[in-house]
């Protein structure tokens, strides 16, 4: 049915709504969003609590780079203001700006995923190991937890770059480009709190 539309006479204003199939889609990702809060919710709760299990090993004051941390947190932010810029490009049915943007989201994710992985590479090499301490399971758990959330979202992206290189804007795709703006949106969210909880605490005390 959406895939029916003539495009070329225009979208409606909010295209990603305007199917019972993107209400569905609108819906159903506000409720696995809200599933994903609850187990973030979990992850932030055991790291709280372990957080100062050390076990006379590196400590986080000892580890955290805030101004490596800080830059990645630019281009995660940076990553979501592209990806609002991406859908509203798609309400005006200007394609070639959504996949600019896109595109852009992407970059930005893999070079943020690139600098945590380096993060993680530089702990180890300091003797934050994964079972050195209850610190060190809780920290790599929770934020290889956002980590591999932003390499999912990358796969998303991709994904649907790809295969709607050459479609256009539809009433069929335009819900699952809005739908993974709002999962990034989620992701971008979760960082704010690992900066602040994990990072900023972890280096005030």
């Known amino acids: 049915m959406a895939d029916s539309v003539d495009v070329k006479k225009g979208l409606p204003a909010n295209p990603e709504k305007a199917t019972l199939e993107g ?7 506000f409720v696995f969003l809200a599933g994903e809060t609850t187990m973030f919710a979990t992850f932030f709760g055991t790291y709280l609590g372990l957080r ?8 986080p004051a000892d580890l955290f780079q805030l101004p490596l941390v800080f830059i990645m947190t630019m281009i995660l932010l940076t990553s979501s203001l592209t990806s609002v810029l991406a859908t509203y490009a798609m ?3 200007q394609f070639g700006k959504l996949k600019l943007w896109m595109w852009v989201t992407f970059l930005l994710g893999v070079t943020f995923l690139s600098l945590e992985i380096y993060e993680f590479v530089e702990y180890y090499e300091h003797g934050l190991g994964y079972t050195s ?5 809780s920290f790599y758990t ?9 390499l999912f979202g990358l796969g998303w992206i991709l994904l649907l ?4 290189r050459s479609r256009g804007i539809t009433l069929y795709n335009a819900p699952k480009f809005y739908a ?14 690992i900066f602040t909880v994990v990072y900023l605490m972890g280096i005030g005390g």
């Open 180 to 193: 993974f703006a709002l999962y990034w949106h989620f992701i971008d969210l979760v960082w704010v709190f």
């Open 91 to 93: 309400k005006k049915n």
């Open 142 to 150: 929770l934020v290889g937890l956002h980590g591999a959330h932003v």
């Open 161 to 164: 770059l790809l295969r709607n």
């Open 133 to 137: 301490s209850a610190f060190a399971s």
């Open 52 to 59: 100062s299990g050390t076990a006379s090993g590196p400590e």
């Open 23 to 29: 209400k569905n889609k609108f819906l159903g990702m």
